[in-house]
């Protein structure tokens, strides 16, 4: 009998490396418009369709807690761009407070890029 305890956790197969957003809640299309405000200053494309916001998890209490990446981990910015997400949503009405995580996992790539970005980039 082998001792499971000793195994190394893995995720469970069918399990998504990005937590999914909640899309059904009411603040959520005005907190996404929040997020399209924040830009990456060497990049002219908002964070949002740059695809470094992973999930915008909502609760019942309209406390906003935000998991991003950013396009390397040599980034300048960051240390302030979690701070600049969380001021650009704070002031949109009906939220109670924002967390911003920083995330490296999954790796972000430019496949994760909306349409408009891969557009405005010159990549389409």
């Not at 009411?26 to 830009?39: F, H, K």
């Not at 740059?50 to 960051?78: F, H, K, Q, R, W």
């Not at 349409?115 to 980039?121: F, G, I, P, Y």
Request: glycine share 6%; charged share 20%.
């Amino acid at each position: 009998m082998t001792d499971q305890s000793q195994q190394p956790e893995t995720p469970m197969e069918g399990t998504p490396m990005i937590a999914p957003s909640s899309t059904d809640h009411p603040l959520y299309d005005t907190i996404v418009e929040a997020c399209r405000s924040v830009y990456d200053p060497e990049i002219p494309v908002n964070i949002y369709d740059l695809g470094l916001v992973y999930t915008i998890d909502i609760n019942a209490e309209s406390e906003v807690n935000v998991i991003m990446t950013l396009t390397a981990p040599g980034c300048p910015v960051a240390g302030e761009m979690p701070g600049w997400l969380a001021d650009a949503i704070l002031p949109v009405p009906g939220v109670k407070t924002v967390d911003v995580d920083l995330t490296w996992e999954p790796q972000w790539g430019m496949d994760m890029m909306s349409d408009e970005a891969r557009l405005e980039l010159g990549f389409m």
